[in-house]
């Protein structure tokens, strides 16, 4: 029987759980960062598989005893309250084993990290600076919907306003696991401020989301950086033009994957403290190279999901923001919706939702074969 099949792949769960639940509040286990964070990412997966499975045996125990009071008694009352709960349970199964396989599937690692967000002017000129910095807005009103914490870590404006390049960090919750769904090229159609004639222009941004690197996921030899200040350009008083805020380092990589080795350029003129933009700096560092490293892990998770849903091909044409029909449609999975201000005002869960949904149906897909 299919229930017995799954009970068999939950067998050992428990004692998993326990051992987990002990290894976390060893003082050796926290002193190692690495392992530490990995055991409670396992211990939070396995605590929702603990629940769920517990519903689902609830819900055989109930259909057992509703089973033997119909086979047993003849009072009509209990028949009758027998049936409902029997056709209630027997409802619920499905979606509980659903919920359970879905759980038995393992989490991407980097879902619960937090991301860095890079967004890019692609084709379009001018326009495209514009709607690259209309998808930085939306991307901020959906973190203040989601309780997350955003900030700028560099930008470059547009010459007619927007950006060409803006790179922001998010923080929170499940952040990467989330905004993930988001990489890819978004296509947005409509009438430019300048256009006289009323035609339709189309332009392009790309988005790039990135998990956030921590100190313990990239090794880096600090004395090896060089660094440099600046004195930070534009508008902010007194302090910005003639304090040397501004940061810049240089720090050669070998990347283990091809051997070959680069030197890396970053800068940050985020805030008016010095110490505080290096930090900004070398946590961008971390991140940069903990997404060239981990590129294969990537690829090869993207290969055995057999899915673009979110593989993050920034190369991908992922959504089309067409303004004269007021429409939005996702290329994934054929979504489309006539609500395009709400959209762009930061109201994108329902389509990460169905994204979402997508995906969970390719990896259901892919353990049945």
């Given at each position: 029987m299919a229930e017995s099949s799954l009970l068999e792949r939950l067998d050992g769960i428990d004692a998993r759980f326990e051992e987990v639940s002990t290894l976390i509040t060893d003082p050796a286990v926290i002193s190692d960062m690495k392992r530490y964070v990995r055991l409670t990412r396992e211990y939070?997966?396995?605590?929702?598989?603990?629940?769920?499975?517990?519903?689902?045996k609830n819900a055989l125990d109930d259909i057992d005893g509703a089973k033997q009071i119909l086979e047993?008694?003849?009072d009509e009352?209990?028949?009758?309250?027998?049936?409902?709960?029997?056709a209630a349970a027997q409802a619920l199964l499905p979606e509980l084993e659903e919920e359970i396989k879905l759980l038995l599937i393992p989490a991407d690692p980097e879902d619960g990290k937090n991301a860095i967000v890079e967004i890019r002017a692609g084709t379009g000129g001018d326009e495209a600076a514009i709607f690259a910095g209309d998808l930085f807005k939306m991307y901020c009103r959906y973190c203040e919907h989601k309780g997350w914490s955003a900030s700028v870590t560099s930008a470059n404006e547009g010459a007619a306003g927007g950006y060409k390049e803006i790179v922001m960090a998010v923080s929170g919750a499940n952040v990467y696991g989330t905004l993930k769904y988001e990489s890819g090229v978004h296509r947005v159609q409509r009438v430019r401020a300048t256009e006289t004639q009323g035609r339709v222009h189309t332009s392009a941004a790309t988005v790039a989301v990135l998990p956030e690197a921590q100190p313990f996921d990239v090794e880096i030899n600090e004395g090896e950086i060089k660094w440099d200040t600046f004195r930070s350009g534009g508008a902010g008083g007194q302090n910005v033009n003639k304090v040397e805020s501004g940061v810049r380092l240089r720090y050669m990589w070998r990347n283990p994957n091809t051997g070959e080795t680069e030197e890396i350029l970053i800068e940050c003129t985020e805030t008016r403290d010095q110490p505080k933009n290096k930090e900004r700096a070398l946590s961008r560092l971390r991140t940069f190279i903990y997404d060239k490293e981990h590129q294969k892990y990537i690829d090869d998770i993207a290969s055995r999901r057999k899915t673009m849903v979110s593989t993050g091909d920034r190369s991908a044409k992922i959504r089309t923001y067409n303004y004269p029909q007021g429409r939005i449609t996702d290329h994934r999975i054929n979504y489309t919706i006539y609500?395009?201000?709400?959209?762009?005002?930061?109201?994108?869960?329902?389509?990460?939702?169905?994204l979402i949904v997508a995906e969970n149906a390719e990896k259901l897909k892919a353990t049945t074969l």
């Open positions: 939070s997966e396995l605590e929702k598989l603990i629940k769920a499975t517990n519903r689902y047993s008694e003849s009352e209990l028949r009758v309250m027998a049936q409902e709960e029997l609500n395009l201000q709400a959209f762009v005002d930061g109201d994108i869960q329902d389509c990460i939702d169905h």
